[in-house]
C-alpha cells in the first residue's frame, strides 16, 4: 500500500445473526418478540444480517435449540459473515459454551440479557447507573467462566493426563474468586450510595411534596414527557434503552404547590431476574413513589402486551398497589378512528402527545387533583412567639388565607397529611379539604 493511499478507519458494525424459539408458552408473537430482538441489536450498534426462528415443545438442554437447527445456524454464520449469533432467551452457561463448539470458530454466542447489560453498559452515565450495569454483568460472568477456561483442558500443558485440567481448574477458581470480590465491593457502594438515595428521599417525603414516577416499557417516551411537564432537558430518543438513570425534575402546579417527578430506566419482556436486582437502588424511586404514571405508547401494535410486561415488573418489585394514572403517549401517530377506539375502551385513561404537548393540562390537572386530596384543610392560632411555625407553613403548606389576631397568627391552610403532626397543636379548626373550594 502507498504510503499516501487513504484507507478507511471508521469500525464497522459486527454482523449479528438472531435466533429466536417460540414454545407453548411464549406470550408473545415470535414476529413481535424477533422485531424487537431487532431493535435491541440496532441499540447496541449491530447489524441484523438475517434472522433464524424455530417452534418447538421445550429447549433442548444441549443447545437450546434442535439439532439440526444448531447445525443451520453455523453454515449461515458462514453464508453471512457473522460476527456474533443473537438468542432472544436466556441460555444456560453449558447452552452457550455448546453453541460455541457448534458455530465458527471466530463466532460470538450471546443471548437476551448478555445484549441488555451491553446496551446498558452504553447508556449508564452516573455512577450509580455504571455500578449497577458492573454488578449484573459480574453475576451474569460467574457461571459461565467454566467454559471460558474450557480451553485449558484441552490445550497440551505438560504433566501427564488429568493435570492438565487441573491447571485451567486453579485458574477458574481464582477468578471466582476475584469476580466474587468485585460482587462485593459493587453491592458495598451500591448500598452506600443507596443510603444517600434513601435520605433524600426521606427528605421529600418529610417535605410533604407528592412524588410521582414515571414508568413503562422502554421507548414509550416517559423522558420526553418529564420534559414536556417540567421543562427539563433529560435526553429523550426514539430508541431502546435510551434512558438508564433515574432523573427527577419538580413540577409546581397550577395552585403553586410543587410535586416531584421521575423518569426511571424502561421495562421490557424477559426481563431478567438479575437486571431487577442489581437496577434495585433506581427501581426503588418507583416503589418509593406516592403515584406511578404508567407511560404507555399507543402507536405499538403490541401495548397490550407492554403494559402486561410492565404490570409484572411493578408486581415484582411489591409496586403494583400504589395509586397508578394510566397514560396513552404519542397519540399524534394515530387517526381519529383508532384514537376514539382506544378512549372508549379505557375510559380511565389519559390520551397525550408528550411531543406535541396533547393533553398535558389535563394530565396536569389530574395530578394537581389527587395531590389535593390528600390534604385537609385546617385553620391554626399560632401565638406571635411561634414564628417558626408560621415559617414553617409558609414554606410546606397552601395558604389560603393569614389574618392577625390579638392571640396570634390566624391561617386557613390547606395541609398534606404527612405533615399534620407538624401543626397539629395550633389546630382550632379542622374539616375536609373538599368543604373549601
Known sequence: MSRCEPYETDIKPERALLVGVEFPSSKWSLDDTMAELK???????????????????????????????????????????????????????????????????????IDRTALILDIFALHAHTKAGRLQVRLAQNEYLLPRLRGMWAHLASNRMGGGVGSRFGEGESQLEVDRRIVRKRITSIKRQ???????????????????????????????????????????????????????????????????????????????????TTLIDAFKSTLDEIVDADVIIHVIDASADNFVDQMQAVD?????????????????????????????????????????????????????????????????????????????????????????????????????IRVNRSLYSHIEPFIIDNRESSAHS
Do not use: W
Request: charged share 20%.
Open 39 to 109: 431493535r435491541l441489536t440496532a441499540t447496541a450498534g449491530a447489524e441484523c444480517v438475517y434472522s433464524t426462528t424455530q417452534r418447538l415443545a421445550s429447549p433442548n438442554p444441549r443447545s437450546f435449540v434442535g439439532t439440526g437447527k444448531a447445525k443451520e445456524i453455523a453454515s449461515l454464520c458462514l453464508a453471512h459473515a457473522v460476527d456474533v449469533v443473537i438468542f432472544d432467551d436466556d441460555l444456560s452457561p453449558s447452552q452457550q459454551s455448546n453453541l460455541e463448539h457448534i458455530v465458527p470458530d471466530n463466532v460470538k454466542v
Open 312 to 412: 409484572k415488573v411493578l408486581g415484582q418489585i411489591h409496586a403494583g398497589s400504589i395509586n397508578k394514572i394510566v397514560v396513552f403517549n404519542k397519540i399524534d401517530l394515530l387517526d381519529q378512528e383508532h384514537l376514539e377506539a382506544l378512549r372508549k375502551r379505557y375510559v380511565d385513561a389519559l390520551f397525550i402527545s408528550a411531543k406535541d404537548h396533547q393533553g398535558i393540562d389535563e394530565l396536569i390537572s389530574h395530578i394537581a387533583r389527587i395531590a389535593a386530596a390528600q390534604d385537609c384543610c385546617v385553620t391554626l392560632l399560632v401565638p406571635y412567639q411561634r414564628g417558626d411555625i408560621v415559617s414553617f407553613v409558609h414554606e410546606r403548606c397552601f395558604i389560603i388565607s393569614e389574618t392577625h389576631t390579638d392571640c396570634g397568627t390566624k391561617l386557613l
Open 190 to 272: 451500591l448500598d452506600d450510595l443507596s443510603k444517600n438515595r434513601s435520605t433524600q428521599r426521606s427528605q421529600r417525603t418529610s417535605s410533604g411534596m407528592l412524588h410521582v414516577a414515571l414508568a413503562g416499557y422502554t421507548n414509550a417516551g416517559k423522558s420526553c414527557l418529564l420534559n414536556a411537564l417540567t421543562h427539563a432537558d433529560v435526553l429523550s430518543h426514539d430508541k431502546l434503552f435510551a434512558t438508564l438513570d433515574s432523573t427527577t425534575r419538580k413540577l409546581t402546579l397550577p395552585e403553586g404547590r410543587e410535586v416531584t417527578l421521575t423518569d426511571t430506566v424502561g421495562f421490557i419482556q424477559k426481563l431478567p
